[in-house]
């Protein structure tokens, strides 16, 4: 029998505030108060990180903390690779949302001869690039790793060869390139986009579900729209950002926007991707216990959300 692996990624190298890195013990500190077993019941791994590189002087300026970063992607490959011979169903909670590239190189790793499928529920595109990027954060350039795209129609941007040498590394990772390609990916919630990346994910006709679309059509039909949309794929990795979220509720993150999901929704999103028997990994991210203003309230839902799909995930394992 197949069962849960949680496995916790600190790193925040990718992410342009400090704290995203200590989500994991925040949700954990969310369970002990609510008197939850949910890590007893699923006894967590936890990968190193190189948070503490976060104190280096700044050497790629379009690619913030890169070499680390790569060093990070193998680490949560390898991982993922592990947890899938073992016939184990991880999911993941890291730091900030470039380590999302990590578990993606992974599961092509386990899996190279299959499609994979990416639903990504965030309020940004995360398809920047070193040529693109307005902060340098490899935070909002994990889905460009996945597709090695550079975006170079849309560059603003001129990195030095340090930081080319280590994005081509990057995109490298496990010896396939490009992971997914764009009629493989689906966004849900994406409200929040610079014009390089609104040019590329219109360019390529990438599925967006808007939040004001879900509610009109609800969620039931845009999970089983977007199921369909990636029948051609073996397996679907989902990645759920907190930002995905309405700033209201989600002040717990590094990147808050306004008209978001609320708690029930997302709720209902991930307990309803979690029934799919081609979903293989769910991560969630970006949840910064620093930046909540609300107690530990990003943390607790984060806690929920986890609780719901797992439920959904082992009543099919």
């Given at each position: 029998m ?33 008197g ?50 073992k ?81 081509e590394?990057?995109?490298k ?39 004001q ?12 729209d ?80 986890l ?11």
């Open positions: 197949k069962r849960i692996k949680i496995i916790s990624v600190n790193s925040e190298l990718g992410a342009g505030t400090r704290g995203a890195g200590m989500g994991f013990d925040a949700i954990r500190v969310a369970a002990w108060t609510k939850s077993k949910y890590f007893k019941e699923h006894p967590p791994t936890i990968l190193p990180s190189n948070n503490d590189e976060v104190l280096d002087d700044i050497e790629t300026a379009y690619a913030v903390k890169i070499e680390y970063i790569v060093e990070m992607y193998k680490r949560i490959a390898d991982v993922v690779v592990e947890c899938m011979k016939k184990e169903f991880p999911i993941i909670i890291s730091g900030d949302h470039s380590n999302a590239g990590g578990t993606i190189a992974g599961l092509r790793m386990a899996f190279p001869k299959e499609k994979l499928g990416v639903i990504w529920i965030d309020a940004h595109s995360d398809v920047h690039t070193p040529y693109t990027t307005p902060s340098g954060n490899l935070h909002g350039m994990p889905l460009a790793t996945a597709l090695a795209v550079d975006n170079k129609v849309s560059q603003i941007n001129n990195p030095e060869k340090k930081t080319i040498d280590a994005w590394r990057l995109k990772i496990g010896g396939i390139s490009p992971k997914i390609s764009f009629k493989d990916l689906i966004y849900i919630a994406a409200r929040d986009m610079e014009k390089p990346e609104k040019y590329i994910v219109k360019k390529n006709n990438v599925k967006i579900y808007s939040v679309k879900m509610r009109e059509t609800g969620i039931q039909f845009v999970v089983e977007a199921l369909r949309r990636l029948d051609h794929c073996e397996r679907i990795y989902v990645s759920f950002d907190v930002d995905s979220m309405d700033a209201n509720v989600s002040r717990g993150t590094g990147t808050p926007v306004k008209s978001g999901l609320y708690e029930s929704e997302a709720f209902s999103l991930m307990s309803a991707l979690g029934k799919s028997e081609k979903v293989c990994c769910v991560e969630l991210t970006e949840i910064n216990p620093t930046l909540d203003n609300k107690k530990n309230l990003m943390a607790e839902i984060a806690l929920e959300i609780e719901q799909t797992t439920i959904e995930i082992e009543k099919r394992l």
